[in-house]
């Protein structure tokens, strides 16, 4: 009697201290989470770099199913100055389950009082593609086979831009293009088609451009309000180093309205883009619609022609709190996005006929202040694709 005496006062210290203990161990949780939250916004605050690392799997209808491994750096060009914006460099490295290799270096950089900027990319590519020829009708009619479209694409691709203020929100400056493909084990109708018979299967583009810019964005990578409009002209010769001389004209406008009254992070966003070339212009550096970066869903390439036209509707909602962090904020890290476009591709603008629809969803998740990972979810016309990626698409 004794023994089972003592033996249910044990049980229910221990059922006691362990309810004890969990209710400890949630506060405590919060109170860390808190404090990383804290630590990590100081840090910020102060200018120091930050790195955040992932690993995650995706789907793109290139590359299949895929693991995607990489980090966002972040830093500040200028520590004492509390209204310039971090800059960053995001860096994936992705491996697929049809044997395609694709890594990536983005750099977003402010110099000092934001007087100019700096972007640049370095994108590695070794992968089985498919080529479905020029024009709209080649994109819609021919089925993608191994037979009829597929091939191995070898893609090393070197840009930067540099930006220099030259009056409040106006910026001018150069663009730099290096790029070499090589298409390899191609399929009988690739081999005979016009296109790649007149400019080949190994093709080296190097151009040199300026860039005229208006941008009053909050944010060069996710902006709440503003607007940018970005005209480019470029020329790749062979003076350069490229393989055909030709032009490339491009015009871009987008812009950012708050969306809520009470949540200043909810936005309508918008895209309009032209792009157009002239001279010896290769199949590799055609005007194409559809990427992971505006028309998500549409297979990259499938739709190709000199000139292109599309046009993009974005809604972007952050959740809020139901209660809020150390610093008093009730804004989360997760958030949505829906959109909607149209888009058409052509020999001449005056040529653009026939139009493609596009609609999609996606997943924002806040890895640091304004810099999101994104999870997206487009189709397109007979078309699907999933994306993971860094930044918002536009």
């Known amino acids: 009697m004794r023994a089972r005496l003592i033996s249910g006062i044990l049980i229910a210290f221990t059922f006691l201290s362990a309810t004890n203990a969990f209710g400890q161990k949630k506060f405590s949780v919060e109170k860390i989470i808190n ?23 995706a789907y793109t209808p290139e590359m299949k199913f895929l693991v995607s491994v990489g980090g966002l750096y972040t830093f500040k060009t200028q520590k004492d100055n509390p209204r310039l914006e971090r800059s960053s460099i995001p860096i994936s490295i992705s491996y697929s389950t049809n044997n395609s290799f694709y890594g990536v270096i983005n750099l977003n950089m402010y110099g000092r009082d934001d007087r100019y900027r700096i972007i640049g990319e370095y994108a590695l590519r070794s992968m089985p593609d498919h080529y479905w020829g020029v024009g709209y009708s080649n994109g819609k009619e021919k089925d993608k086979s191994d037979s009829t479209t597929l091939y191995h694409r070898d893609l090393n691709k070197v840009l930067g831009r540099f930006l220099y203020r030259i009056g409040h929100d106006f910026f001018g400056g150069l663009f730099f293009e290096w790029s ?47 607007k940018l ?27 950012f309205i ?10 309508l966003a918008w895209k309009a883009k032209i792009r157009t070339t002239l001279g010896d212009t290769p199949w590799t550096k055609l005007s194409e619609l559809g990427n992971p970066y505006d028309f998500r869903g549409y297979y990259w390439g499938r739709y190709r022609d000199r000139s292109m036209l599309f046009g993009l509707l974005e809604y972007r909602h952050t959740f809020m709190r139901k209660h809020p962090n ?24 005056n040529d653009l006929e026939h139009w493609l629809p596009n609609a999609g969803i996606g997943y924002r998740f806040e ?14 016309v007979k078309s699907k694709g999933f994306y993971f990626n860094f930044g918002e698409g536009f």
């Open 180 to 226: 070499d493909t090589k298409a390899s084990y191609m399929n009988d109708e690739m081999a005979c088609d016009p296109n790649i018979l007149e400019y080949g299967t190994n093709i080296k583009s190097t151009g040199i451009g300026g860039v005229l810019q208006y941008d009053s964005r909050d944010n060069m990578i996710t902006a709440y309000s503003g």
């Open 367 to 380: 890895i640091q202040p304004r810099f999101n990972l994104r999870v997206d979810f487009g189709v397109g």
């Open 326 to 349: 150390r610093k008093g904020s009730y804004e989360s890290k997760h958030g949505v996005v829906t959109w909607a476009g149209m888009g058409s591709i052509g020999e001449k603008l």
């Open 35 to 57: 404090n990383l939250d804290s630590l990590r916004v100081a840090r910020l605050e102060t200018g120091k770099g930050m790195f955040t690392p992932f690993i995650a799997p």
């Open 229 to 255: 409009i970005d005209l480019g002209v470029t020329y790749y010769g062979r003076l350069l180093g490229a393989t055909y001389e030709f032009w490339v004209f491009e015009l871009e406008y987008r812009g």
């Open 258 to 267: 708050p969306a809520s009254k009470t949540n200043h992070r909810s936005t």
